[in-house]
């Protein structure tokens, strides 16, 4: 779990705290937690350091899905992808127009698959996880969701 921010640190990280609460609370294991600043070499250089070393089948990031100039977390990812995964993005839009309104428009939330790893952006307040994690990321990084899930399709997505 990577928090994308120039001010936040553990002590103050409420989002990241609220989401790691709920990958816990679902049953998955936490691998690791950083804080990186809104540099999109940095961000691209750690989440490739996580794909490279195997340290997980998903990540996901709060902060810097934003319009101002230091939101740059899709760039990063641009840098790091293989695939788009355009429906979260939309998805997430939906679920949080029905909490902020039109103020989701704002959002730049997205996912890409990288290198057989899911790697999703959130933005970065309390609210944006709730409404990611709760309404998208929980059924689908649940075996157990039907019709289908992004669990089930894990050990093929390195297919070449």
């Known amino acids: 779990m990577l928090t994308v921010s120039d001010t936040r640190t553990f002590a103050d990280d409420t ?4 989401l790691v609460e709920r990958i816990k609370a679902a049953g998955h294991n936490l691998a ?3 804080i990186e600043r809104d540099d999109p070499a940095a961000i691209a250089s750690r ?3 996580w794909i490279d070393e195997r340290l997980c089948d998903a990540v996901i990031t709060t902060g810097g899905t934003g319009l101002t100039g230091r939101d740059v977390t899709p760039e990063a990812l641009d ?18 127009y029905q909490t902020i309104g039109t103020s989701t428009v704002q959002s ?9 790893v899911y790697v999703f952006a959130l933005p970065g307040s309390n609210g944006a996880v709730k409404d990611g994690w709760d309404a998208i990321l929980a059924e689908q990084l649940d075996s157990r969701n039907r019709p289908c899930n992004f669990v089930e399709l894990m050990p093929r997505l390195r297919e070449i």
């Open 47 to 49: 989440l490739n350091t």
């Open 108 to 116: 730049r939330a997205c996912a890409v698959l990288a290198r057989g």
């Open 15 to 18: 989002s990241g705290d609220l």
């Open 32 to 34: 690791t937690r950083a």
């Open 79 to 96: 840098r790091i992808k293989d695939k788009d995964i355009p429906g979260f993005g939309e998805l997430f839009r939906w679920v949080s």
